[in-house]
């Protein structure tokens, strides 16, 4: 077996590691957790699922502040914080479906639209009945309890990965 099959298995294999595992939502794309970047369109663009991870980045001028309810959202009011980071480089895990609700923490910044609204739905095996949102997402911070579904399906992934590179590594020794 030659280099080239090797290479292109292990990319194969690190391709499907990619699709299952969860992803990583840079919050505004390139331009990151700034004024100028649209948060709405962004949001809109994306496919929040139960695993998957936001990663806030900013500079010192701001920062990232949970807020617990729709109307806090639309008011701007930060009294009612449930989080607050200022890292500069923030990972999130969206460990339940839901919406979440973030914004910056630097007086005026929220009223210039430097907020954003997270829907996650379930991952994985595209179950269209997903409850939306209704009921009020009251508690939902940290990042303790990780999903059975979605931590067994990275395992499995990780196995998968895994098992590909050693099967190949054999093959190509014998
Ligand atoms: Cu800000």
């Known amino acids: 077996m030659g280099c080239k099959?090797?290479?292109?298995?292990?990319?194969?294999?690190?391709?499907?590691?990619?699709?299952?595992?969860?992803?990583?939502?840079?919050?505004?794309?390139?331009?990151?957790?700034?004024?100028?970047s649209d948060f709405d369109s962004w949001s809109s663009s994306q496919t929040f699922k139960v695993g998957d991870q936001l990663v806030f980045k900013y500079s010192s001028m701001h920062s990232v502040v949970e807020l617990g309810n729709e109307s806090a959202y639309t008011k701007c009011d930060i009294s009612?914080?449930?989080n607050s980071l200022s890292s500069g480089k923030d990972v999130v895990k969206l460990?339940?479906?839901?919406?979440r609700?973030?914004?910056?923490?630097?007086?005026?910044?929220?009223?210039?639209?430097?907020?954003?609204?997270?829907?996650?739905?379930?991952?994985?095996g595209s179950s269209s009945s997903v409850s939306s949102p209704s009921s009020s997402p009251s508690s939902s911070s940290s990042s303790t309890t990780s999903g059975d579904a979605s931590s067994a399906s990275q395992y499995f992934a990780s196995l998968l990965l895994i098992v590909t590179i050693s099967f190949?590594?054999?093959?190509?020794?014998f």
Not at 15 to 31: D, F, P, R, Y
């Open 5 to 36: 099959n090797i290479i292109l298995l292990v990319l194969i294999a690190t391709l499907i590691t990619k699709e299952v595992l969860a992803t990583q939502h840079v919050v505004g794309g390139n331009q990151g957790w700034d004024p100028s």
């Open 80 to 82: 009612t914080s449930l």
């Open 95 to 99: 460990d339940k479906p839901g919406t």
């Open 101 to 124: 609700y973030f914004t910056c923490g630097t007086l005026g910044h929220c009223g210039q639209g430097m907020k954003v609204k997270i829907k996650i739905v379930k991952g994985n």
């Open 168 to 173: 190949v590594t054999m093959i190509s020794l």
